[in-house]
């Protein structure tokens, strides 16, 4: 009998058929869009930043494939399986409140610095290199960590369903990744996010619907009630009341929740991938991507966590379900075990899949990150500051292919000094916590002052480090290694020391000695003079015979992008709307902030309420809905929006099909089109 419920041939299935069959998928896209369409990926503006086009539909479902890691499946459902229902609470909640103020940077990015590539260009504009070079090893150091955690968890996975070789899923699953965004860029990126995550949602209400519905071992959230209870009568939780997994009232959950919120601070305000979303968006709707993305995104880990993270506490004792360790715990492996034991082979593949569309679409996201900070931070800058834009683009390609390397290598290193994704995940914040306040101060804030920033964060780093360390010794009679360090106590130390020293020195600093900065330098970072086609190379190499066919309408735009052209560009740019749009953000993102995180567990906390069967049959029903509300948001709505373009696509598909060459895109030879 093998060790593992699918063969090894499931696992390199899975990593190497669909990571291909989707690296040809978006080839062929990329193709289409450079036929039919005015945005090509040879130009590098197109590359990094999708031309800066896209509309919100679809860059909030890039937020939500891009911010849903292997973690927000595993870590959110091995909460669950800890802490019972308060886990998918802290864990959903506890990440979705940063991309929703993230709405205010995002805003802040279109008023003062709407042409850059990256964030590291403002802070290095604004603060000169002394700061691009502190505030780039927090990037970069947020890059490695998120993509170890989802290689490490996307491994992990893959090998315990399958046996298939962790070396080589470190390696394997960053490979179809990077063949894909090498092509095709941002927009690439953008596409792939969105055909993951319409994947994704089908395969998490695939799971909703088995465990609260048809499934004969739990079947409705009335059964998952009675066997929670009978649960929690073998196995009380410490700490939560009555020992329940059914209450909020979680004095574990809550520290992961404190844990969670400031790591997760840091993987947002830190990370270049949400900061090109905001870049490739278009401006007039970037605040409203982050909000959508932001809300649309809690239901993944808060419903799915509640179903299968339950469902692995619900099943122990069943024979199909396998015995957890606190390693596999901490791996993250309670969804997978749960999804096994309720539908076998097929459940196991089902969340292999997901796992894989999850892990490859967040790592595409860091791809094309890593690779725009190193082309326009490092090589740009330091190495050759008159790049051409072939030189760029090929920086740029390079860049995707060596850190994939890198991910499938950091990946190793953790899984050989035995960190699992549960530890990174709740260490993240010690290590990166204390640049959150001094970039977001950077971005926003005339005032912000820049050696009471640099100071705060390096300060905070080391503030976070020690309390962390010093925690661990004083807890375990100075016993200092991966399991002793990883206890919740030494981790909630490390994390409010690092953002807490950070924001305080660069909060204060920045009141005593205030900055007077007017924006202009980061104003003009990139500001282009303005070509009327973005397709002039490319249309050079047309034929004259084919030149004289070309019907297509002119603004044709994209699947992604629709028309958007300079004029309209300048518009959307407007200071007074962006500051209006800057407003709205703040007033809703801190609104959904205190609601999410204070009005709503707060009160159930310090009650000690342990929910009956019509109490968490409403919280289960809640879910539900909202995960139908994120599926029409990041799924139909993007088509929704793009429709024209499809439309225009399939027509300029249809007349090449009758007259070769008919229906290719042509740029408007009228000076009002940029496209
Ligand atoms: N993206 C997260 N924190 O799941």
Redesign the pocket.
Same mark, same amino acid.
């Given at each position: 009998m093998p060790d593992t419920i699918l063969p090894q041939g499931a696992g390199y299935g899975v990593v190497v058929g669909i990571g291909l069959f989707f690296s040809a998928f978006m080839i062929s896209l990329t193709a289409i869009q450079a036929r039919y369409t005015a945005f090509s990926p040879k130009s590098s503006e197109e590359f990094t930043s999708a031309s800066r086009s896209v509309k919100p539909g679809l860059i909030a479902s890039g937020i939500v494939s891009a911010?849903?890691?292997a973690?927000?499946l595993l870590?959110?459902s091995a909460v669950a399986y800890k802490f019972g229902i308060s886990g998918p609470w802290w864990?959903g909640a506890?990440?979705t409140v940063q991309i929703l103020l993230f709405a205010m940077l995002a805003a802040k990015l279109k008023l003062n610095a709407p042409y850059a590539h990256t964030w590291l260009e403002i802070v290095g504009v604004r603060w000169g290199k002394t700061a691009h070079l502190v505030f780039m090893f927090f990037g970069l150091a947020t890059n490695i960590i @998120?993509s170890s955690m989802l290689i490490l968890g996307g491994s992990a996975t893959v090998t315990d369903l399958t046996g298939m070789s962790t070396i080589a899923a470190c390696f394997l699953i960053p490979l179809g990744v990077a063949i894909y965004v090498v092509v095709g860029g941002m927009r690439s990126t953008l596409l792939c996010d969105y055909t993951h995550t319409t994947v994704l949602f089908a395969i998490i209400l695939t799971f909703i619907f088995t465990v609260y519905s048809t499934s004969d071992k739990i079947g409705s959230p009335a059964k998952m009630h009675e066997l929670l209870t009978n649960a929690s009568a073998v196995t009380p939780v410490p700490g939560n009341a009555q020992g329940s997994y059914i209450t909020m009232r979680s004095k574990n959950g809550l520290i992961f929740g404190v844990i969670?919120i400031i790591?997760?601070f840091a993987? @947002?305000f830190q990370d270049q991938a949400y900061w090109q979303r905001a870049i490739a968006s278009r401006p007039a709707s970037t605040v409203k991507a982050y909000l959508l993305g932001g809300l649309a995104?809690f239901a993944?880990?808060f419903t799915f966590a509640t179903t299968l993270g339950l469902a692995a506490v619900a099943l122990r004792g069943d024979p199909a379900m396998k015995v957890l360790s606190p390693a596999d715990v901490s791996a993250g492996l309670p969804a997978a075990a749960a999804a096994a034991a309720l539908l076998g082979k097929a459940g196991a593949a089902a969340i292999l899949v997901l796992l894989f569309l999850a892990v490859t679409s967040?790592c595409s996201a860091e791809l094309i990150a890593v690779s725009s900070l190193l082309t326009y931070d490092v090589y740009k800058t330091y190495i050759n500051p008159n790049a051409t834009e072939q030189q760029i683009l090929n920086v740029g390609h390079a860049a995707v292919a060596l850190y994939a390397v890198v991910c499938g290598l950091a990946g190793l290193i953790f899984f050989y000094i035995g960190v699992s994704m549960g530890w990174l995940?709740t260490f993240m914040g010690v290590i990166l916590g204390s640049g959150v306040a001094p970039i977001a101060l950077c971005i926003t804030w005339s005032k912000a002052n820049k050696w009471g920033c640099i100071g705060g964060a390096i300060a905070g780093f080391v503030a976070g480090i020690v309390a962390w360390l010093v925690t661990t010794s004083t807890l375990n009679n100075g016993v200092i290694n991966v399991v002793t360090s990883g206890g919740d106590y030494e981790m909630l130390a490390g994390n409010l020391a690092s953002i807490g020293v950070g924001a305080i020195v660069a909060t204060l600093s920045s009141i005593i000695w205030p900055d007077n900065y007017d924006w202009e330098s980061t104003r003009a970072i990139n500001k282009p003079v303005r070509d009327t086609s973005r397709r002039t190379e490319e249309l050079k190499t047309d034929s004259d015979s084919e030149k004289k066919e070309h019907e297509v309408v002119t603004k044709a735009g994209s699947v992604a992008g629709d028309s958007f052209d300079a004029a309209e560009e300048e518009d959307e740019l407007d200071p007074v709307a962006l500051n209006k749009a800057f407003k709205f953000a703040s007033y809703s993102s801190v609104g959904l902030f205190i609601v999410l995180i204070i009005l709503v567990p707060l009160p159930l906390f310090f009650s000690h309420y342990v929910y009956t069967t019509s109490g968490l049959t409403g919280w289960v029903a809640v879910g539900i809905a909202w995960t139908f509300c994120s599926a029409i948001t990041v799924v139909l709505y993007p088509l929704y929006e793009s429709r024209h373009a499809l439309f225009l696509i399939s027509k300029g598909i249809f007349k090449d099909l009758f007259a070769r060459g008919s229906g290719k895109y042509v740029a408007d030879p009228r000076p009002t089109s940029a496209a």
């Open positions: 911010w849903t890691w973690a927000t870590q959110s864990y506890g990440a @998120v969670n790591g997760n993987t @947002v995104w993944i880990p967040a995940y």
